[in-house]
């Protein structure tokens, strides 16, 4: 007769605890605000000038946001995201457009890809400031030409780059096949290169998001325009209203990330197979 010897209990470790995605981001979300509060109504109380408190604690951010009103942000940020709107289809478009042609005459690559990095190089203040000389004057909530035409600027070269390292990473036997069979580098780009280049193409749409929001508030802020995000702030910072400054930055944080997610889901149902999805 054999004696078993009981299994010796193994110690967990920290890396055996695993919580879902969900709960890590809003144990780092609890932290952060946590840490925000303890900070506003300590150390940073006395920070700000005239004695006014520049960063409020969670309670004041929230108060001031009700306080305010839901109307002064769809004003206000309606036009900035119909601006950023505008310059989203304008850069990605041409950006799109650029990079197919670059895959039917390859020896535009090298034009193209100088005009990408000119337009990332290029400071966009300056730019800003030439433009608001330049551009006319809109009418009180219409959008702005400066805002548009930075809101294009800021997601030009991410999908530039994106989409020509997509187009270029189609199956080399795919293109052959095509070759032989008689097909065009049109015949190409529709039937192999378009669908290869869907994740990288998504992806860099998908960062061109947030990019064009921003764009589209540095517009705003090189003035005359008097409703947008841009003005909002500017107004408040000269009011010393350190907590709805607060609002602002924190609801066009929640707005390019929630355009960013979007996106994410479109590209998540258009090409599964970049996420790991089934095909």
Known sequence: MTTETPARSRTIQWEDVRLPAWVTGLIGGVGIIALWWILAATVFSNVGPGGVQAIPT?????AEFFATGWEFYVRNFSVTLTEAGIGYLWGNGLALVLAALVLV????????????II???VPIVALGLLLVVIAPIPGAGEPSVTAIFLAALSC??????GALLGLKAADRASLDVI???GGSKLTQLRK????AALPATLNALQIAVPAAFLGAVLGEFFGKITVGVGPAMIAAQQALNAPRVWDIALVSGAVALAGYALLGLVARAVAPWSRGGAR
């Not at 969670?58 to 929230?62: A, E, G, K, L």
């Not at 005459?105 to 990408?116: K, N, S, Y």
Request: glycine share 4%.
């Open 119 to 121: 337009t990332y190089c």
């Open 156 to 161: 030009f070269f991410t999908t530039v780059v």
């Open 105 to 116: 005459v390859p020896r535009l690559e090298g034009v193209v890809m100088q005009i990408a």
């Open 58 to 62: 969670p309670p004041q951010v929230i």
């Open 179 to 181: 070759t032989v069979y």
């Open 192 to 195: 192999v290169r378009l669908i």
